[in-house]
């Protein structure tokens, strides 16, 4: 069983900066990529930024420049740093794993979500 726990959303005023933590625990062989998605309301939910083990990070144009994306392998975290919030910005932030939890069984896995809300 894998799971991913997040933490750090919140309500922030437009210009101002959060960071989101997202802890993947359980039974992994291995951690391959790992990132964040969004979902407003009534949109569908979209790519914000991901980092493979070892890879570069890739954004959304809609973030890029202004959230940094970034994680640590010895404690199973990712991180997503956010300047510059926009009230466009202001989504269910979810966490995402790629991850092996037995050689050669590789799935998805997706955290509850954390709140983002941006005032203008």
């Known amino acids: 069983q894998v799971q991913l726990v997040e933490s750090g959303g919140g309500l922030v005023q437009a210009g101002g900066s959060l960071r989101l933590s997202c802890v993947v625990s359980g039974t992994i062989f291995s951690l391959n990529a790992m990132g964040w998605y969004r979902q407003a309301p009534g949109q569908q939910r979209e790519l914000v930024a991901t980092?493979?083990?070892?890879?570069?990070?890739n954004y959304s144009d809609s973030v890029k420049d202004r959230f940094t994306i970034s994680r640590d392998n010895a404690k199973n975290t990712v991180y997503l740093q956010m300047n510059s919030l926009k009230p466009d910005d202001t989504a269910v932030y979810y966490c995402?794993?790629?991850?092996?939890?037995?050689?050669?069984?590789?799935?998805?896995?997706w955290g509850q979500g954390t709140q983002v809300t941006v005032s203008s």
């Open positions: 980092l493979t083990t070892g890879g570069r990070p």
């Open positions: 995402y794993a790629r991850a092996a939890w037995a050689p050669g069984f590789t799935r998805d896995y």
